[in-house]
């Protein structure tokens, strides 16, 4: 089973950033999936999740700007981020789970937002 992050990177305040999530082993269609995040110092929060009904939500901190979105055919689950800042800065993981259960966990991927 694997779950694997990509597109972080480097932004300036303001710049946008999609990341993409990639499932492989897993019957992607019946896990809800989820974004989060981890800051240096800070707990792991949860970003945004869309669950296998077509519920979406979000943390206040990012609602209007990110976007999730997820694609049961290609076992993606993207998060398209607009007007970053540097509070935005952490480590991204995709997460694959059934409710609070989490059983899939990404290595991460790096957003730095700076100028």
């Known amino acids: 089973v694997q779950l694997v992050e990509s597109g972080g990177g480097l932004v300036q305040p303001g710049g946008s950033l999609r990341l993409s999530c990639v499932a492989s082993?897993?019957?992607?269609?019946?896990?809800?999936m989820s974004w989060h995040r981890q800051a240096p110092g800070k707990e792991r929060e949860l970003v945004a999740y869309?669950?296998?009904?077509?519920?979406?939500n979000y943390a206040d901190s990012v609602k209007g700007r990110f976007t999730i979105s997820r694609d049961n055919d290609k076992k993606t689950v993207d998060l398209q981020m607009n007007n970053l800042n540097a509070e935005d800065t952490a480590v991204y993981y995709c997460?694959?789970?059934?409710?609070?259960?989490?059983?899939?966990w990404g290595q991460g991927t790096q957003v730095t937002v700076s100028s």
């Open positions: 082993g897993i019957i992607f269609k019946v896990y809800d």
């Open positions: 997460r694959a789970g059934v409710g609070r259960r989490s059983y899939y």
């Open positions: 869309f669950t296998t009904n077509g519920v979406t």
